[in-house]
């Protein structure tokens, strides 16, 4: 493996690539390239309402990453402003966005300094980015909002073990943590808020697993007490599996947290320290999801050769829709049917017309479980899904990784010449040469 290093560059624009080229010493038969990518440069400054610089003040470049389960935003790069409010973000190219934190007392002003997220989050539920390219400098002005703050005092009654996550989540759509300072004893804390009207959520660990709590209080130029947060157990959506009758029986059939099951929000920008659901044993070692009330989405992986064929909750076809948890709504199962009756699909891919190693992506267009496989074929530039479920699908394969929402039919439009459509049957083993 040849890895170079050299400073202000990278070795590839996206992050999950690997550090290195792997070559077979008894393959060169010329010069070797090896390709370095200059940083892109996200640059700024961060001043008050009334013009005055913000320093010390966190700034986050969050890149925007989809993999085979779902997008996500990735931290790649962090600092905190100088002495006059300039920050400077060395990022590789891509799709990112800026965010500030909460900063309840800042050095530079006796008022909290309010997070900031740039772009912002798009009212249709789009996801909005900033683009940036190789070598490239995008500058920012970024003027925060500002307050004086009041101290919130909260009562956490029934709550559990250990110390709550509180956060708050304002009027004007912003979500930020806050700390929660004890107050004497008992379940009492202090948050310090400046005016405004927020909707305060808390979760801590139950003697009968994960609670939650949410109050909605307005804070208006003084201090504010008597806040109240009961606490609840968060639902309890247990999991029941069944073998398709289909199945051949001279296979062990896959425990259920080998399936890769989750369950993930699909509230806009939800991944902002929403991570998806997994199973957890319970204490009759049945397995069940821990979920708040409420959109969600199913997904889930193989597990060698079984996949999961359907699931079910309620009237719900969790492979072509989401569904709601309710409040309260645990004791209702989620049914998942898995099949070991596999196809596969072999291939070949190739660059400029000779065989070459690239990432192969295989998107379904029939009800998944999955919204994309992916693979890397090998020096020879051959690949092999060894056990698809039956379904049709779309193949395509690029030279380095392509992170773009496969669950968007329309993100392979620009590269229809290159698109293989494939039909997997049971027992199949369908072939596919990728360019």
Not at 14 to 38: F, M
Not at 303 to 318: H, I, P, Q, R
Not at 358 to 363: D, F, G, K, R
Request: charged share 20%; glycine share 10%.
């Amino acid at each position: 493996t040849l890895q170079v290093i050299k400073p202000g560059y990278y070795f590839s624009t996206d992050p999950a690539e690997g550090g290195g080229e792997s070559v077979q010493l008894s393959r060169v038969t010329g010069p070797l390239q090896l390709r370095l990518y200059p940083e892109a440069l996200l640059t700024g400054t961060l001043t008050a309402p009334d013009g005055g610089p913000l320093p010390n003040i966190p700034v986050s470049a969050m890149r925007s990453v989809f993999d085979d389960d779902d997008h996500r935003w990735m931290p790649v790069a962090q600092t905190f402003t100088d002495a006059h409010g300039r920050f400077r973000l060395p990022v590789p190219a891509g799709d990112y966005r800026l965010e500030t934190r909460y900063v309840a007392r800042s050095i530079a002003t006796p008022e909290a300094v309010l997070p900031l997220l740039l772009p912002e989050e798009g009212s249709s539920g789009g996801l909005s980015v900033i683009r940036i390219h190789s070598g490239e400098e995008q500058h920012f002005d970024l003027r925060p909002a500002t307050g004086r703050t009041h101290s919130v005092t909260v009562a956490l009654e029934d709550s559990g073990v250990g110390f709550p996550r509180v956060n708050v989540h304002s009027s004007n759509g912003s979500a930020f943590p806050v700390n929660a300072v004890r107050n004497g004893g008992g379940g009492s804390y202090i948050l310090d808020l400046p005016s405004g009207s927020y909707t305060l959520t808390a979760s801590m660990n139950g003697p009968e697993g994960l609670q939650e709590a949410e109050s909605s209080i307005t804070v208006a130029d003084r201090d504010v007490s008597g806040v109240v947060m009961r606490f609840a157990p968060v639902p309890l959506l247990p999991v029941e599996m069944v073998v398709d009758p289909g199945a051949t029986s001279d296979h062990a059939k896959p425990e259920l947290q080998q399936l890769g099951l989750t369950l993930k929000s699909t509230r806009t920008d939800s991944d902002r320290g929403d991570f998806p659901a997994r199973l957890s044993m319970q204490r009759d070692r049945s397995f069940a999801f821990t979920v708040s009330p409420g959109s969600y989405r199913f997904d889930a992986g193989n597990n060698g050769e079984w996949y999961v064929k359907s699931a079910t909750y309620g009237d719900a076809d969790l492979l072509t829709q989401s569904f709601v948890v309710a409040p309260g709504a645990g004791g209702m199962p989620i049914r998942v049917t898995v099949s070991n009756q596999t196809g596969s699909l072999l291939g070949s891919t190739a660059l400029n017309g000779d065989a070459a190693a690239c990432w192969v992506y295989l998107v379904p267009t029939s009800p998944n479980a999955k919204a994309v496989m992916s693979t890397r074929s090998n020096s020879d530039g051959r690949f092999n899904f060894p056990y698809v479920a039956p379904g049709t699908y779309q193949a395509i394969a690029f030279e380095h990784r392509h992170s773009v929402n496969y669950r968007d039919a329309a993100v392979l439009a620009a590269y229809s010449t290159h698109v293989r459509a494939v039909s997997i049957q049971p027992g199949d083993k369908a072939t596919a040469d990728l360019s």
